[in-house]
């Protein structure tokens, strides 16, 4: 839902950023300012300042800044709507209601969020208590997790009594209806309500903005399932859900490498990955990878890893799981562990150094697939020859890469022992059949036109500077330069979006944040940012500063006009128009007379 600016500014204004930042980094004073490592880059002299008064960051390292929903939207890995009602909550603002829910659903959500927080509180009580949770903590512990774990994961604990939670929750006001709702709560033929999760290690499901959205339970006992997910609800939808999103999102956002994302299959996978370092790591949810969990981790990551157990290779590997990875336009690799491992065992047995040297080994999925598939069929007999195309047509006709196609044809041709070309004609047919482009041919393919970098001028962007923070300088530059087009492309996108909202409000209260709120895209935020940094010491140095941009431009100006004139004079006498080439000169001499 698209919020007014009115409501976004009321939002931001109630959140301090420094406030905000400095619950994620530590920020020390440096006078008017505040200075920290940067969290978006490795540095060791601080270069990440926040400015308190024009509530807004920048670092003078990587170039990264904004204002406070930058900040969000760069750490956590946010989105703007995201962020947004991060803060909104934060200072208790209601934003309007979306057209997606109505009030009485909307309260219904909030319910249930309320519900699951309340339940992943009182499991992960019961988990720390000396004897209610005695079992739980010795399952962990033998498995080799201790409080860190613990805490970090807010790992909890559902005891064997059958309405332990269920009398905790209805004490807390929630009702039958709601309880039921939830799918924490079943209800038996008899009609006696009972705990779905007993005798469970519990592992709470947060969604990205960090809300408990579902629960996973592992038994300590024999008791089938070995592991029980919650239920689908209005909150939780296994398609798009993954286990440990929300930390890593936050681990990719600051490292400087790839933006990789590792995926295993269990949640001790994935909290013994992280625990020793590999923070960029999820888990799926007892289903298999879909196209809406690669849209999403598309947002945090460029390329995903693929762990598989070591007794799941080959043979048994889902290689349809992965073609979403290509039909999504997302790379990926696979690493089979070693047989008889999983991500636990391993690092359990060889440690964390293993793994990471095990990493470099990560095939790229054409090659992982063709393994696997060398190994089912013979490519020597044809029908294992018919088997092996087929399958890697298919997954080509997913592929939205056309320079991947082409790199993937060459070698499968090559390993196959067959024509290019025929692979290429098999794949058109396919691709006509399923309704698309015929033409796969890098050559017949239309080249990419790449706009060249636009340098912003440094004159341009001075007075920028001087305009944002004092917006009197727009109209007194409009004056002397009426028809002046900026020809830097950032310059001139945010002199025009200024001089828009100076006609459309009250210049003298328009903040540096506010005008970051206006601003959509976030390299421009990142410019703009840049500029507010400046700092005028008097009114003299900045007044001495806009009459030298201002004579600077004129001097271009005129220099510009010269040229044409000159331009104009060639063609004049190449047409041998003698009367035109004197009316040039004429002119060209007065300009050369003129003062600066």
């Not at 005798?199 to 947060?206: A, E, G, H, S, T």
């Not at 990875?325 to 790379?331: C, K, S």
């Not at 013979?378 to 320079?403: C, H, M, W, Y």
């Not at 492309?489 to 459309?504: A, P, V, Y």
Request: hydrophobic share 40%; with cysteine; aromatic share 10%.
């Amino acid at each position: 839902m698209a919020y007014n600016d009115q409501v976004v500014d009321q939002v931001q204004s109630l959140n301090d950023i420094v406030e905000i930042i400095s619950s994620y980094i530590p920020l020390k004073r440096a006078g008017r300012n505040f200075k920290a490592n940067c969290p978006f880059h490795s540095e060791k002299t601080p270069s990440f300042v926040v400015n308190p008064d024009k509530q807004i960051f920048h670092c003078f390292g990587c170039g990264v800044g904004g204002d406070v929903f930058s900040f969000l939207m760069k750490y956590e890995q946010m989105n703007f709507p995201e962020a947004l009602r991060k803060l909104a909550e934060r200072v208790h603002v209601v934003l309007p209601e979306s057209k997606k829910f109505s009030t009485p659903e909307r309260s219904q959500l909030e319910r249930l969020y309320q519900l699951y927080t309340v339940a992943a509180e009182f499991y992960h009580t019961n988990l720390k208590h000396p004897k209610l949770g005695e079992a739980g903590r010795t399952y962990l512990e033998k498995r080799g997790f201790g409080t860190s774990e613990t805490e970090t994961f807010r790992l909890g604990f559902a005891l064997s009594e059958w309405r332990t939670l269920y009398e905790h929750l209805s004490k807390k006001g929630f009702q039958d209806q709601e309880l039921l709702r939830s799918g924490l709560i079943g209800r038996s033929a008899q009609g006696t309500t009972y705990d779905i999760f007993r005798n469970r290690v519990m592992f709470p499901i947060f969604s990205t903005q960090e809300k408990v959205i579902a629960f996973g339970g592992r038994a300590i006992a024999d008791e089938t399932p070995k592991y029980l997910n919650s239920p689908e609800t209005p909150i939780f939808k296994k398609r798009k859900e993954m286990y440990c999103l929300h930390l890593a999102k936050r681990a990719i956002a600051t490292s400087e490498e790839i933006r990789r994302m590792m995926i295993v299959e269990g949640y001790l996978d994935c909290i013994r990955l992280y625990a020793n370092g590999f923070q960029n790591v999820v888990a799926t949810l007892g289903t298999s990878l879909t196209n809406e969990h690669v849209r999403i981790l598309k947002r945090y990551a460029d390329e995903a890893i693929v762990l598989f157990d070591g007794d799941k290779a080959g043979e048994q590997a889902s290689l349809r799981g992965l073609d979403i990875f290509l039909e999504e336009g997302m790379g990926v690799k696979v690493l089979c562990l070693p047989k008889g491992f999983d991500p636990d065992d391993f690092i359990r047995s060889k440690g964390a150094q293993a793994m990471t040297e095990l990493l470099k080994q990560s095939q790229d999925v054409f090659d992982f697939k063709l393994q696997v598939l060398l190994s089912r069929y013979n490519k020597s007999d044809s029908l294992g020859l018919l088997k092996i195309t087929s399958e890697f047509l298919d997954t080509f006709a997913r592929i939205q890469t056309p320079v991947l196609v082409d790199r993937y044809l060459k070698k499968l041709a090559v390993t196959l022992g067959v024509e290019e070309g025929s692979l290429r004609s098999e794949l058109n047919k396919l691709k006509v059949k399923q309704g698309g482009v015929a033409k796969l041919t890098l050559r017949e393919a239309k080249p990419i036109l790449v706009a060249k970098k636009t340098e912003q001028p440094p004159v341009e962007k001075l007075l920028l500077s001087l305009m944002i923070h004092y917006p009197s300088y727009i109209r007194m530059f409009l004056e002397l330069f009426p028809n002046y087009a900026f020809l830097g492309d950032k310059t001139r996108e945010i002199f025009n979006l200024f001089c828009q909202i100076i006609r459309e409000s009250d210049e003298t209260k328009l903040s540096a944040s506010q005008l970051l709120n206006r601003i959509k895209e976030e390299g421009l935020k990142i410019f703009v940012s840049e500029l507010l940094m400046n700092e005028w010491s008097s009114g003299d140095d900045r007044e001495q500063a806009f009459q030298d941009a201002i004579r600077t431009l004129k001097m271009q100006e005129r220099a510009g006009r010269l040229r044409t004139l000159r331009n104009q004079i060639s063609q004049a006498e190449e047409a041998g128009d003698q009367d035109l080439v004197l009316k040039y000169m004429k002119t060209y001499q007065e300009m050369l007379v003129q003062p600066d």
